[in-house]
C-alpha cells in the first residue's frame, strides 16, 4: 500500500480516501461515519516529513474502522442504537498500535449491530450493498470493511470475526480477510460479542499487507489476558511443496456448484504444481453449527447485560420506574436479532437446561479441536469454501435466522478451535459475483498462511 513521502502527501492519500468515501456512500452505504477531520492528522504526518523526522510504517494510510472498535474519534455504536452517543473514554489497542504507525481513520464502517449476523442487515442504520451487485448483501457482519476495501476507498480496514465476520464478508466482496489465530491481537477497546471466539483481524486488496498489520498489531496486551505473546514477527514461513487437507463433507450438494467447481479447479492446479492433496474426514464439524449457537449466545447474554441505559448510550425516555428503563431501553434499542440471541443464550444456561445443552456444547467443542488437532497432523493447510453460497439478495434470508444462520456452517468451526482462517479471492460467479475460498492452518501458522495465500491465489 502506498505511504505518505516526500513525493505523495498524507493529505492527497486521506483526501482521496475521503473522496471516494463520500461518492459512493449513498449508493452503498459504507460507514456509519465519515471523518473529515481525518485531514488535520494527515497534516501532522506531512510536517513530520517535512522536518525530516521519522514516520512510522503506515505513514498517512487510511484505514476504516469497523464500528465495534472504540476509540475517542467519533462515536462507538456497533451499529446498534442502545450505544448511540457513546463517546469513548479509551481506545482499542489495535486502534493504538495501527495510529501509532501513522495510519488515519476515515470512518466507521457499517456492521450488523453487535456483530450478530451475516449479511450487515441487521444493522440500525440499514445494510450496505455488496460492491459488485447492489441488489445483493455484502456478507457480514464486517461488511462495511469489505465494501470499503473493494471499492478502493481504502488499501485496508479492521474487522472483527467471531464466526466468519472477516471471512465471508472477504469473499462476498472479492478481497482477503484474516481471521488471526485466537488471542494474537488484543481485543481491548472492541465491543464483545462472545469473548471466548472473538477475534481482530483485518480486509486489505493485497495479501503482503495483511503480513505488515499482523506484524504491527500482534502481541501480548496487560488489558486482555487472553493475548499470546507475540509470535507472529518470529514466525518462520513453511517453505516447500505443501500437504493440503480437503473435507469430504464439504462437497456435498448443500455446497453451490460454482464454489464447488471453483474449490475443485484449485485443487487440480494445486496439485500440478506438486502439492499433495489429503483426503481428510471430520465427522465432529457437522456439530459444530449447532455448537456455535449454544455457546456464542451464552456468551452474548452475558456480554450485553452491561448496556442497560444507566451507564452509557441510549434511554428510552418511556419509563416511569426503573425496572421500566431496563425494559424500554433494551427493548428499544437491541435490534430483534440481539433479543434473539439473548433469549436463546439464558435459555441454554438457565438451571434446567444446562447440563443438556450448554454442558454438552462445552464437549462437543472438545471433540472439534481434537479433531483439528488430527487432521494438522496429516496436512499443512485445510482448504474450504467461505460459506456454502455466494453473496444473497437483500431480504432473501433475513426473516429466516435459520437460514441465515446456515450461511455459517463453514466458517464457526475454526473460531470454535482458535484457528487462523484466511479467506482468499478466487474467481467470480457467471453472473459476476465475487467467490473467496478459506485457508486454515493450525494456532499460530498466521504467517505461513498469508505468505501461501499469494500462491493460491496466483495459481490460476
Ligand atoms: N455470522 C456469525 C453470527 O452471526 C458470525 C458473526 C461474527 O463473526 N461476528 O454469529
Known amino acids: 500500500m502506498k505511504t505518505a513521502s516526500k513525493e505523495?502527501?498524507?493529505?492527497?492519500?486521506?483526501?482521496?480516501?475521503?473522496?471516494?468515501?463520500?461518492?459512493?456512500?449513498?449508493?452503498?452505504?459504507?460507514?456509519?461515519?465519515?471523518?473529515?477531520?481525518?485531514?488535520?492528522?494527515?497534516?501532522?504526518?506531512?510536517?513530520?516529513?517535512?522536518?525530516?523526522?521519522?514516520?512510522?510504517?503506515?505513514?498517512?494510510?487510511?484505514?476504516?474502522?469497523?464500528?465495534?472498535?472504540l476509540s475517542k474519534d467519533g462515536e462507538s455504536r456497533a451499529s446498534a442504537l442502545i450505544l448511540e452517543g457513546l463517546k469513548s473514554p479509551v481506545t482499542a489497542t489495535a486502534v493504538k498500535k495501527l495510529e501509532a504507525e501513522g495510519a488515519i481513520m476515515i470512518g466507521r464502517t457499517n456492521m450488523d449491530a453487535f456483530a450478530h449476523?451475516?449479511?450487515?442487515?441487521?444493522?440500525?442504520?440499514?445494510?450496505?450493498?455488496?460492491?459488485?451487485?447492489?441488489?445483493?448483501?455484502?456478507?457480514?457482519?464486517?461488511?462495511?470493511?469489505?465494501?470499503a476495501v473493494a471499492l478502493g476507498i481504502v488499501p485496508f480496514a479492521t474487522g472483527t470475526d467471531t464466526g466468519g465476520s472477516i471471512r465471508q464478508p472477504a469473499s462476498f466482496n472479492g478481497v482477503y480477510g484474516?481471521?488471526?489465530?485466537?488471542?494474537?491481537?488484543?481485543?481491548?477497546?472492541?465491543?464483545?460479542?462472545?469473548?471466548?471466539?472473538?477475534?481482530?483481524?483485518?480486509?486489505?486488496?493485497?495479501?503482503?499487507?495483511?503480513?505488515?498489520?499482523?506484524?504491527?498489531?500482534?502481541?501480548?496486551?496487560?488489558?486482555?489476558?487472553?493475548?499470546?505473546?507475540?509470535?507472529?514477527?518470529?514466525?518462520?514461513?513453511?517453505?516447500?511443496?505443501?500437504?493440503?487437507?480437503?473435507?469430504?463433507?464439504?462437497?456435498?450438494?448443500?455446497?453451490?456448484?460454482?464454489?464447488?467447481?471453483?474449490?475443485?479447479?484449485?485443487?487440480?492446479?494445486?496439485?500440478?504444481?506438486?502439492?499433495?492433496?489429503?483426503?481428510?474426514?471430520?465427522?465432529a464439524l457437522k456439530y459444530a453449527l449447532a455448537v456455535y449457537y449454544i455457546i456464542v449466545p451464552a456468551e452474548i447474554t452475558s456480554n450485553l447485560s452491561r448496556h442497560d441505559g444507566i451507564r452509557y448510550g441510549y434511554r428510552s425516555d418511556k419509563s416511569r420506574n426503573l425496572n421500566d428503563l431496563y425494559e424500554h431501553t433494551r427493548d428499544e434499542g437491541f435490534m430483534p436479532e440481539n433479543k434473539r440471541r439473548i433469549m436463546i443464550g439464558n435459555f441454554v444456561l438457565s438451571s434446567g437446561f444446562y447440563d443438556a445443552y450448554y454442558l454438552k456444547a462445552a464437549k462437543a467443542r472438545t471433540l472439534i479441536i481434537q479433531e483439528y488437532e488430527q487432521a494438522f497432523s496429516k496436512c499443512d493447510y485445510i482448504l474450504t469454501p467461505v460459506s456454502p453460497n455466494p453473496a444473497f439478495k437483500i431480504g432473501e434470508k433475513v426473516n429466516d435466522p435459520i437460514a441465515m444462520y446456515l450461511e455459517d456452517v463453514m466458517s464457526?468451526?475454526?473460531?470454535?478451535?482458535?484457528?487462523?482462517?484466511?479467506?482468499?479471492?478466487?474467481?467470480?460467479?457467471?453472473?459476476g459475483i465475487d467467490l473467496g475460498l478459506q485457508l486454515v492452518g493450525p494456532r499460530r501458522s498466521d504467517k505461513s498462511l498469508i505468505n501461501f495465500a499469494k500462491e493460491l491465489k496466483e495459481v490460476a
Request: proline residues 4%.
Open 412 to 431: 464457526v468451526p475454526l473460531n470454535l478451535a482458535g484457528l487462523p482462517g484466511l479467506t482468499v479471492p478466487a474467481g467470480k460467479t457467471k453472473t
Open 178 to 283: 484474516i481471521k488471526p489465530t485466537y488471542g494474537a491481537i488484543s481485543r481491548y477497546g472492541v465491543v464483545a460479542m462472545a469473548s471466548s471466539t472473538d477475534c481482530v483481524g483485518f480486509f486489505a486488496g493485497e495479501s503482503e499487507d495483511l503480513d505488515l498489520l499482523m506484524d504491527i498489531c500482534a502481541g501480548q496486551d496487560v488489558n486482555d489476558l487472553t493475548t499470546l505473546p507475540d509470535f507472529y514477527s518470529a514466525s518462520k514461513v513453511k517453505e516447500g511443496k505443501k500437504r493440503i487437507g480437503i473435507i469430504k463433507d464439504f462437497d456435498s450438494d448443500v455446497v453451490d456448484a460454482e464454489i464447488r467447481a471453483t474449490l475443485r479447479t484449485k485443487i487440480e492446479l494445486l496439485q500440478s504444481k506438486g502439492h499433495e492433496i489429503v483426503e481428510l474426514e471430520m465427522p
Open 117 to 147: 449476523g451475516s449479511s450487515t442487515e441487521n444493522s440500525y442504520y440499514g445494510p450496505t450493498k455488496n460492491s459488485k451487485d447492489l441488489q445483493r448483501v455484502a456478507g457480514g457482519s464486517s461488511g462495511g470493511s469489505a465494501v
Open 8 to 69: 505523495i502527501s498524507a493529505v492527497s492519500l486521506v483526501q482521496e480516501a475521503l473522496d471516494k468515501a463520500h461518492q459512493y456512500q449513498d449508493e452503498y452505504f459504507v460507514f456509519d461515519w465519515i471523518d473529515d477531520a481525518a485531514i488535520e492528522k494527515a497534516r501532522l504526518i506531512d510536517e513530520k516529513i517535512a522536518r525530516g523526522e521519522q514516520v512510522g510504517r503506515l505513514a498517512g494510510v487510511p484505514y476504516a474502522l469497523k464500528d465495534n472498535f
